[in-house]
């Protein structure tokens, strides 16, 4: 019996250790906790995390930089490729959503630099506005990239202050360039697309139809915002339980309005239809609805054909994200307008780079006009150093898949199988292929091919147990890396439900019915030995079981 422990120190990465290393071992569940609730003391300690959560690295090397640069040295400084980020930034630190962190825009100082033929836009703030600040580097994803960063300040010397009058009308982009991995990315996710497609005639889409991101929550701000002057003044519409930024973007930058439908299955599609339907007879309408397949941690698939019909009735754009299935599992392209990717995720499968995509439909009856707006409005801000390592980490995509989807599958049955045993903690395991929803999910299964016999359920399953204290138990005794993240070389967990939306008790209870309870730990499946999986989550239940005994934990 193999119980597998984490490898690294407290807050750093699995090995390989590298400073492009986005896992950490950050154990403990009350600690966690902490975080959630504020306090942010442990994070100082960190030496690798989710890039998204915190500028780290080179990332923070050139923001002390050009602070001492343009006079402010000392202040917090943030740094982006799109000036848009001056207007978003100073909407979120006085958005209510801050609430008692919120502060005036005017805290805020906008300065502009050139370094190495790149125009980057500052944003400089007091180090005791950091809780303000927090989301809006993490939530539209478009921070620059620890890649960049290094790229950029082994030029420093070259740094140049751009002057400017008025920061609402900051001075033109310039952007980074792209390399050759950019359109050899392209054709590689436009292969996959179309690798074991159930009808290829519906999979249409060429290299000129992919866009490429800087990160796939970058994919989903940018897409968003285009999308609203598509079609303004409608609703944006989340459906079932997305990845929790998606749903903090959507919530807070909405103007047409916003609306949760929380749930997929068909009572609620039904609700839906009729919401549309209202909608429609007041000469309103969605902008676009957005979900997962499956959702993210729910692991629930919607029923695809039912929402295109929608989105063809009522006009929506529909945008479908497979990040969780991954572009070896699932044929889903044809049903929606547009397919949205974290590549950072199962297609990299290294932990060391972020990147998104976005690929355009060519059969949707909106493409015509999304491929012209797409297309004039697209700049890159993938550096070519992120692109080169996203190519080159997807070049074993089908091996991985495959290991993935047979490690998390195991885990699923195996956790399954305790439900209703006695002394069990576990009461429910939530994964494609246990769901009611498993149909809706086999339905667009991919087809066998020699690269990929078995297409499978994704490398994500969230079991839940019968309280808190079994729940804890579990976490703090289980020796896979306690981590955001999934889709990586290691295997991963998380308190997500706890540490996402336990913190707002009236929506932590608007959620329990729909499958998002505190008591739960989301695992992503890495590639090790499938037995040393099964035998730690077994130490791990074992300290769970003493916890319901009352013995306490081993």
């Known amino acids: 019996m193999v119980v597998l422990k984490a490898e690294s120190e407290w807050g750093h990465a699995p090995p390989p250790q590298t400073p492009y290393s986005i896992i950490s071992n950050l154990p403990g569940w009350d600690m966690l906790k902490g975080i959630r609730d504020g306090d942010l003391g442990p994070l100082s300690r960190v030496v690798h995390i989710y890039p998204r959560l915190s500028p780290t690295h080179h990332v923070r090397t050139l923001a002390g930089d050009v602070a ?19 207007k978003y930034t100073a909407g979120h630190v006085s958005h209510q959503q801050r609430r008692q962190f919120a502060i005036s825009p005017d805290k805020l100082t906008f300065k502009v630099v050139d370094v190495a033929g790149h125009r980057l836009y500052a944003v400089l703030f007091e180090p005791q506005y950091a809780k303000a ?8 994803g478009i921070g620059l990239s620890i890649r960049g960063a290094q790229q950029l300040v082994e030029e420093i010397d070259t740094l140049t202050e751009v002057p400017f009058e008025n920061p609402d009308a900051p001075p033109e982009p310039t952007w980074t360039p792209e390399g050759p991995s950019h359109e050899l990315l392209r054709r590689r996710i436009v292969d996959l697309l179309q690798h074991g497609a159930i009808d290829p005639q519906k999979v249409t889409c060429q290299s000129k139809d992919v866009f490429l991101y800087p990160s796939g929550m970058a994919a989903v701000f940018i897409a968003k915002n285009l999308l609203q002057d598509y079609r303004p003044g409608f609703t944006n519409v989340e459906l079932g339980i997305v990845f929790h930024n998606t749903h903090e973007l959507l919530h807070e930058e909405s103007p047409g309005g916003w609306k949760q439908v929380p749930k997929v299955d068909k009572e609620t599609s039904d609700g839906l239809e009729d919401w549309l339907q209202g909608q429609k007879s007041e000469g309103r309408g969605a902008t676009f609805v957005i979900v997962e397949a499956p959702g993210n941690p729910t692991l629930d698939t919607p029923d695809l054909p039912r929402l295109k ?24 392209l044809a049903q929606g307008d547009l397919l949205l990717t974290s590549l950072t995720k199962s297609f990299s499968g290294r932990s060391d780079v972020l990147g998104g995509s976005i690929v355009l439909n060519p059969l949707s009856p909106h493409y015509a006009e999304l491929s012209k707006r797409f297309t004039e409005s697209h700049h890159n801000q993938l550096f070519a150093a992120d692109a080169a390592v996203l190519l080159s980490n997807s070049e074993d995509y089908f091996e991985r898949t495959s290991r993935l989807n047979d490690n998390a599958r195991a885990m699923a049955e195996f956790l399954n199988k305790t439900v209703g045993q006695p002394d069990s903690p576990v009461v429910n395991v939530q994964y494609p292929s246990l769901l009611p929803s498993k149909a809706n999910y086999d339905a667009f299964m991919r087809r066998s091919t020699p690269e990929l016999p078995e297409p499978g359920y994704g490398c994500l399953l969230t079991v839940e147990f019968d309280s808190i204290e079994t729940a804890r138990a579990f976490y703090d005794r289980c020796g896979f890396y306690p981590s955001p ?67 306490g934990t081993q």
């Not at 070389?489 to 729909?514: Q, S, W």
């Open 309 to 332: 019909q929608l989105s063809e009735k009522y006009g929506f754009v529909l945008i479908l994200d497979d990040t969780l299935s991954s572009f070896g599992n699932l044929d889903i």
């Open 485 to 551: 993240h999934l889709g990586g070389h290691v295997t991963i967990m998380l308190a997500y439900n706890m540490f996402m939306f336990g913190k707002d008790k009236d929506e932590a209870a608007a959620l329990r019915p729909c499958g998002i309870r505190e008591e739960s730990v989301r695992i992503s499946a890495g590639l090790e030995d499938k037995q040393d999986l099964l035998d730690t989550l077994q130490d791990a239940l074992n300290a769970a079981v003493e916890v319901k005994k009352g013995g």
């Open 68 to 86: 001492k640069a343009v006079g402010h040295e000392g202040k917090a400084c943030m740094i982006y490729l799109d000036p848009v980020m001056w």
């Open 133 to 140: 600040l927090m989301l809006s580097w993490g939530t539209p």
